[in-house]
């Protein structure tokens, strides 16, 4: 059976795709609208006080965007990849070499598509003067291309928290070479409770609205 095959885990793939959906449901959600009196609005609130269906969807909208962009699904891409990286390295071993590798195929998993998407927004905002935020320039681009900002397309901050989690996940199971597996519940835990506090939770090495250090403990409970 090859490595490919070996990698691949059914139920989780199917999971993945649900959360995908749920993601993709969430953002189209928080499309804007004009209505009847010409007011700007977004589709779907996660305040909406009304009743019936409206309201519904309202409560449902709520529990994914509770706490600003923690949500169920981002949380669970973040465990799958913990699962998925610490289980490639787990079966390969913790070496100089394979660490190495392993750094490089992620950087080729990551930038290449981090670099298309802002290429293509780059020539729809020069060609035809479409952006999601600001006019930006070459240096916007050069930036937000090697993931330093997110300026142009903000929902590429989880791209920035997968390279960082990638490191942790890496560090961390080099720790188990060592240590053992216990020491994965002990820096499991450590993580938990550093994300409980602000100073931690609220961290943003990027200067943007999201932090990365609060996800940080879902990479690691994947790999339990």
């Known amino acids: 059976m090859s490595e490919k095959k070996q990698l691949f885990f059914a139920p989780l793939e199917s999971a993945r795709g649900l959360a995908a959906i749920l993601v993709a449901a969430f953002h189209v959600g928080q499309s804007m609208y004009l209505t009847r009196y010409g007011v700007r609005d977004q589709l779907i609130s996660s305040t909406d006080q009304s009743s019936g269906l409206d309201s519904w969807l309202s409560y449902i909208y709520s529990i994914f965007a509770a706490g600003g962009p923690i949500s169920p699904p981002v949380l669970f891409f973040f465990l799958l990849s913990g699962f998925v990286l610490s ?3 787990q079966r390969s071993g913790v070496t100089t070499k394979l660490s190495l590798e392993f750094v490089v195929r992620r950087v080729f998993r990551i930038y290449p598509a981090a670099i298309a998407t802002i290429l293509l927004f780059w020539f729809l905002n020069s060609v035809f003067g479409l952006r999601l935020s600001g006019d930006f ?3 916007d ?8 900002d997110v300026s142009i397309n903000g929902v590429m901050w989880t791209l920035q928290t997968e390279l960082i989690g990638s490191v942790v996940i890496l560090l961390a199971m080099s720790v188990v070479s060592i240590a053992g597996r216990r020491s994965m519940l002990a820096m499991c835990g450590l993580l938990a ?3 409980l506090f602000k100073f931690w939770y609220e961290y943003d090495p990027f200067g943007t609205t999201w932090s990365r250090t609060a996800y940080l403990h879902a990479f690691l409970f994947g790999s339990l």
Do not use: G, K, P, Q
Not at 141 to 148: D, G, I, R, S, W
């Open 141 to 148: 681009v050069f930036h937000n291309a090697l993931l330093l």
């Open 137 to 139: 320039s070459v240096n």
């Open 193 to 195: 409770m550093l994300s």
């Open 87 to 89: 289980y490639s390295l």
